[in-house]
């Protein structure tokens, strides 16, 4: 799967340049010219990468950096400035506001080329998987996935302890409660449909044993 990038900046030839060069590399690209469209288009896309320009109408660069930190389903998103306003303390700004690099502008295209591939090699690859137990939230590759109650519970324990086999009793009682009257094939079911939504590899059986969450 592409690593996908969104471009903000209020000059249409700045996007249009900056994203045939991108796609070019094969990267997913989406673009937008203010900071309310790009926290829309961040909300809809989930980038792996945002490359921000700080002065923009509605919302500039900066206010936009705050935005985004803020929303718990871009926490792994990288956020670089690529803005014209190269002064020290504009960097500092927007380092202050959660950025993750800036690179002042102008600049050649190659060498953009060449940041943003040292950029995503920071990126967790397509697949990863990240759960928030706080907030009861599950994310795949950046995007919120939904989990029912006892399958959120389910994945939370056997991602808890990766590598240990947990038994059908340890998970029954852990999960469903001593209390509680379930059918044999409860578990089972439950973990086919984690491994349909995360896919096969997060989840090992051992037979006649239990279920174990691999990394």
Wanted: glycine share 6%; with cysteine.
């Amino acid at each position: 799967m592409k690593h996908r990038i969104l471009i903000v900046d209020d000059e249409p030839d700045i996007l249009e340049f900056v994203k045939y060069n991108l796609a070019r590399e094969g990267y997913e690209v989406f673009t937008a010219q203010n900071g309310a469209e790009a926290l829309a288009a961040a909300a809809e896309h989930r980038p792996h990468l945002i490359l921000l320009d700080m002065m923009m109408p509605v919302m500039d660069g900066a206010e936009t950096c705050r935005a985004i930190r803020r929303d718990p389903a871009l926490r792994d998103t990288m956020v670089v400035f690529l803005s014209a306003l190269g002064e020290e303390e504009q960097q500092i700004e927007g380092f202050d506001a959660g950025a993750d690099d800036y690179i002042p502008k102008p600049i050649r295209m190659t060498v953009l080329m060449s940041r943003v591939a040292a950029i995503l090699k920071r990126v967790a690859a397509d697949g990863s998987l990240r759960i928030d137990r706080e907030r009861h939230l599950v994310y795949l590759d950046g995007r919120p996935l939904p989990l029912p109650r006892k399958e959120f519970a389910l994945l939370a324990l056997l991602s808890s302890e990766p590598g240990r086999l947990f038994s059908r009793e340890e998970i029954y009682a852990r999960v469903w409660g001593t209390e509680v009257v379930v059918g044999d094939r409860t578990i089972d079911v439950h973990v086919r449909k984690l491994r349909q939504k995360l896919g096969d590899h997060y989840i090992s059986t051992v037979k006649g044993l239990g279920y174990k969450f691999q990394n």
